[in-house]
């Protein structure tokens, strides 16, 4: 069992900045994959960013973005505190969503929300234009 809390979110300006936190707890964080998912009015939860379980590789775990966000947002991982943040810069209004982590067992990262296992409640981000 793993239980995951969001934190973080707000209201921002676009070219702002916000970092999103994901408090694991009943696994050690390193052991599975987390995604960060968000969902926009109307539309489908997508994945926004991923890392993989740290015995994935040698390096710690590897990532995965959407192209919409490459070069803005930063997904890493805590060991030490349980926890996976989500840094987000250069903030544009079409980043406005809830933003969700997940848990995926398995330890690869998944473009799928139903290849997840756990699920946090969200935290919604808002960015002003």
């Known amino acids: 069992q793993v239980q995951l809390v969001e934190s973080g979110g707000g209201l921002v300006q676009a070219g702002g900045s916000l970092r999103l936190s994901c408090a694991a707890s009943?696994?050690?964080?390193?052991?599975?994959?987390t995604g960060w998912f968000r969902q926009a009015p109307g539309k489908e939860r997508e994945l926004v960013a991923g890392?993989?379980?740290?015995?994935?590789?040698?390096?710690?775990?590897?990532?995965y973005y959407r192209n919409s966000v490459k070069g803005r947002f930063t997904i890493s991982r805590d060991n030490a505190k349980n926890t996976v943040y989500l840094q987000m810069n250069s903030l544009k209004p079409e980043d406005t969503a809830v933003y969700y982590c997940?848990?995926?067992?398995?330890?690869?990262?998944?473009?799928?929300?139903?290849?997840?296992?756990?699920w946090g409640q969200g935290t919604q981000v808002t960015v002003s234009s």
């Open positions: 890392i993989s379980s740290g015995a994935i590789s040698s390096a710690g775990g590897s990532t």
């Open positions: 009943g696994r050690t964080v390193s052991s599975y994959a």
């Open positions: 997940a848990a995926r067992l398995a330890g690869t990262v998944q473009l799928v929300p139903g290849g997840y296992d756990y």
